[in-house]
């Protein structure tokens, strides 16, 4: 949002707010603007949609500095969820199974969504059941970390499933 100051302001009066905070009602614009100046600051329209209308009495260039590391601070905060994927065959042996388990809840701790996959080979796309029940068994045995976003579901040679973080209270 820009704001408009000094000279820019072309209204004949503005609600004024001095720079600690006290209003000290509505004034003619230039007298709006040498009180800034005798103050040796800015004057900055801040509320443009009201009748009349508002204005405060700031040092500009400070305000624009502190958005801006407000702003910076916020993006620092951030986190973007990264979706991990797990691919997993419809014969696979318990042990692997245990450790792709072990894989999907790390990722799951870390904040990230898992995706899960049990790619068909050859003629296996005929038991796709199969693929359904090891993806439940997955999502059973990654319960305490997860929730199921997506259920399993048969998209061409492989099925999917998506597992999200589960939220804390």
Not at 16 to 26: A, C, N, P, T
Not at 61 to 88: H, M, S, T, Y
């Amino acid at each position: 949002m820009e704001h408009q100051i000094n000279e820019e302001i072309r209204d004949k009066e503005v609600r004024l707010i001095s720079d600690s905070g006290e209003q000290l009602g509505i004034v003619p614009i230039q007298q709006a603007q040498d009180i800034a100046v005798e103050k040796g600051m800015d004057l900055v329209k801040i509320a443009p949609q009201a009748k009349p209308p508002v204005c405060k009495i700031m040092d500009y260039g400070k305000f624009r500095f502190e958005q801006a590391k407000r702003e910076k601070e916020a993006r620092k905060n951030q986190r973007v969820v990264e979706i991990k994927e797990i691919r997993l065959t419809p014969n696979i042996d318990i042990g692997d199974l245990n450790t792709k388990v072990k894989n999907a809840c790390r990722f799951l701790k870390d904040g990230d969504k898992v995706k899960v996959s049990v790619r068909f080979r050859g003629r296996e796309v005929t038991h796709a059941s199969l693929g359904q029940e090891l993806l439940h068994r997955f999502a059973e045995l990654c319960a305490e970390c997860s929730t199921v976003e997506k259920q399993p579901k048969l998209e061409g040679r492989q099925m999917l499933m998506f597992l999200a973080p589960v939220k804390d209270k």
